[in-house]
């Protein structure tokens, strides 16, 4: 595999996973990251040891500037990218919805939804073939949650997930007759700490004691379904949401 790979909030989890994993397929890799430098620059030392070039670039994708900046810097140092990974999720809060904050609402919603859209228009003018690109393809990471619900714990972040899903769908029919590939992997629980980051760490334990294959995933498990779907062996999938949820 070859081409330049854009993957937003990539240094830490599933988004790790898939940096590393495409790195080592010959991608070139632009790594974004909102907060965590740390992990964001252990990631792109760990993809620039398979000798792929990689560059990493702070932006916040619920800002639509920091968007533009990141791809802008992504044309100037790698070039145009051909895949677009939308990785970048919050849970905000877990909490009942009775109980949520407006504030946690909007920043869910702001970086799910708005970001990944964010992303995609940035994408879209340099892939569309109708505008003078070469096609490419994008994949967004979804959830479990977008179907069932995640009820007493973070139904609006199943509501953002499940909006990311309907964006994948409607956006794969609107630009495919442009070159474009929208796909999506519906995640399911995955050791990735962003349970923990929402104050309920025993998430993932729970949903693995009532799935099929009686464990949590691991991140590398959902890079695989990632990667090949921005790849050309997945070349007739559009609009397609890959469930790896364990059977659950």
């Known amino acids: 595999m070859t081409g330049i790979m854009m993957i937003a909030d990539a240094g830490r989890g599933i988004g790790r996973a898939i940096t590393i994993l495409a790195a080592k397929a010959g991608y070139s890799v632009c790594i974004n990251y909102a907060e965590d ?46 895949a677009l990974i939308n990785n970048a999720g919050i849970i905000g809060r877990s909490v009942k919805l009775a109980d949520l904050e407006s504030s946690v609402l909007l920043d869910t919603f702001a970086v799910n939804v708005h970001g990944a859209i964010y992303c995609c228009q940035e994408a879209i003018q340099r892939m569309s073939t109708k505008l003078g690109g070469k096609g490419g393809a994008i994949v967004n990471i979804t959830s479990a949650a977008a179907v069932t619900g995640s009820s007493n714990e973070d139904v609006h972040y199943a509501a953002s997930k499940t909006a990311l899903e ?55 498990e959902m890079a695989e379904a990632a990667l090949w779907l921005a790849s050309g062996k997945a070349s007739y999938a559009n609009g397609a949401i890959l469930g790896m949820m364990g059977g659950l």
Not at 172 to 190: F, L
């Open 37 to 82: 430098v740390q992990s964001a620059e252990e990631t792109c030392a760990e993809c620039a040891g398979t000798g792929v070039a990689v560059t990493i670039f702070n932006a916040n994708v619920a800002d639509p500037s920091d968007v533009r900046a990141l791809f802008a810097y992504c044309d100037s140092t790698l070039g145009t990218a051909t």
């Open 166 to 220: 309907t964006l994948t769908i409607g956006l794969a029919k609107e630009v495919g007759p442009e070159g474009i590939r929208v796909n999506g992997v519906r995640a399911g629980s995955t050791d990735a700490g962003i349970h923990a980051r929402s104050g309920n760490p025993d998430r993932p334990a729970i949903v693995a004691s009532i799935s099929p294959l009686r464990r949590v995933a691991e991140p590398e």
